[in-house]
């Protein structure tokens, strides 16, 4: 069955009162795929961390206790629906002030300084975002050299899942597709597995910031 469009749209970008009970059902639904993100990440204790269209913020919990010393974890979403629900579920991290959650406009200008992190993570998001390349871009600017880079997405385009999805609002790109411009934006792909949900996998693409900074 086709998921209804109001639905995607919401999904794609939560907005009032409706968008609230999206952010909670989101965070559990996707509890799974972002814990397996995380841990295919490899993440060390000082790790300067950025979750990219974090939605409701619930990564942070399983974040903050692993990156326990570090000394920025960040959180980004262009929904403010989202973000306020972020920072209620996260208040003990931010008056720490250990977790910065902010909302941001535009994909291709992220607001921190080149080589801010030493890791990012991105669960469901990319689907939403064109061009592609402009927020891989950001990501490798703002990732320090040998940073990493974590993405879960829906990359089977054949799948029942994807034709329920949709096009006006979901772009499927393919795990392929998505690995060339990781490439193409100067990442290296250093992992990939599927995490298997229900009836359906989704992939970890893992992606490692050269050591050598872009030109
Ligand atoms: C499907 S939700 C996933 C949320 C969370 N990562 C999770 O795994 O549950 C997609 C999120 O990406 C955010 N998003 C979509 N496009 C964005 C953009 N251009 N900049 C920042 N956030 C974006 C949406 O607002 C939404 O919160």
Not at 135 to 164: M, Y
Request: include cysteine; proline fraction near 4%; aromatic fraction near 6%.
């Amino acid at each position: 069955m086709k998921k209804p469009l109001f639905i995607a749209e919401q999904s794609s970008n939560p907005r009032g009162w409706f968008g609230k009970i999206v952010a909670k059902i989101m965070a559990r639904e996707t509890a799974g795929e972002n814990d397996a993100a995380i841990d295919f990440m490899s993440m060390a204790p000082r790790d300067r961390i950025l979750d990219f269209g974090c939605g409701h913020g619930q990564s942070f919990r399983r974040i903050s206790r692993i990156a326990s010393q570090s000394q920025l974890i960040a959180g980004v979403d262009q929904s403010e629906v989202m973000v306020t629900e972020a920072r209620r579920r996260n208040q003990d991290l931010i008056q720490n002030g250990l977790l910065k959650m902010e909302k941001v406009d535009s994909a291709s200008k992220l607001p921190f300084d080149d080589s801010s992190f030493d890791k990012i993570l991105s669960v469901h998001t990319i689907y939403f975002i064109s061009p592609l390349r402009s927020l891989l871009t950001e990501f490798r600017r703002v990732l320090a050299p040998g940073g990493q880079l974590v993405l879960a997405f829906h990359g089977n385009k054949s799948s029942t899942l994807a034709a329920s999805l949709p096009s006006e609002v979901y772009n499927i790109r393919s795990t392929q597709d998505v690995s060339k411009q990781l490439e193409a934006a100067g990442m290296k792909i250093v992992g990939t597995e599927l995490y298997n949900k229900d009836s359906h996998a989704i992939t970890l693409l893992k992606a490692e910031a050269s050591l050598v900074p872009e030109k």
